[in-house]
């Protein structure tokens, strides 16, 4: 297993004060909310063609080497998939993707693809 770090949430050091988590049954999306200096900002990870969603309360998340809150990983020859794979039927296009937010947990997706930063409302940075 090997991790790879794609994006960071562009939320202040003290994390995002809201998360919310909406699937279509097709596509997924994970908004967080914060405040800045300029007001309310909102941030959007979609996740596409999501086939399976993990959600893992703060308490008990463990984040891997080199992982931290507020940004998005790749969970690459990921044993969840794997398992995912050997069970149900093959996953071949899918991906293991994860994101932590302080205050609120880690979600884990296994999807075709990750966009993001998609759907920003500024102000982003102050």
């Known amino acids: 297993m090997a991790i790879y770090f794609i994006d960071?949430?562009?939320?202040?050091?003290?994390?995002?004060s809201n998360?919310?988590?909406?699937?279509?049954?097709i596509s997924a999306c994970v908004k967080c909310?914060?405040?800045?200096?300029?007001?309310?900002?909102?941030?959007s990870i979609s996740f596409a063609n999501c086939r399976?969603?993990?959600?893992?309360?703060?308490a008990?998340?463990?984040?891997?080497?080199?992982?931290?809150?507020?940004?998005?990983?790749?969970?690459?020859n990921s044993?969840?998939?794997?398992?995912l794979s050997s069970q149900i039927?093959?996953?071949?296009?899918?991906?293991h993707f994860s994101v932590f937010f302080q205050d609120f947990g880690m979600y884990e997706f296994i999807a075709e693809s990750v966009?993001?930063?998609s759907g920003v409302t500024e102000p982003l940075r102050s």
């Open 8 to 16: 960071r949430v562009p939320a202040p050091e003290y994390g995002c």
């Open 19 to 25: 998360v919310t988590l909406s699937f279509d049954g």
């Open 33 to 43: 909310k914060f405040e800045t200096k300029n007001g309310s900002a909102e941030y």
């Open 52 to 58: 399976a969603i993990l959600f893992t309360e703060e």
């Open 60 to 76: 008990r998340a463990h984040l891997s080497s080199g992982q931290g809150s507020e940004q998005i990983f790749e969970v690459v």
């Open 79 to 83: 044993e969840w998939l794997i398992r």
């Open 89 to 95: 039927f093959p996953l071949t296009d899918a991906r």
């Open 115 to 117: 966009t993001p930063g």
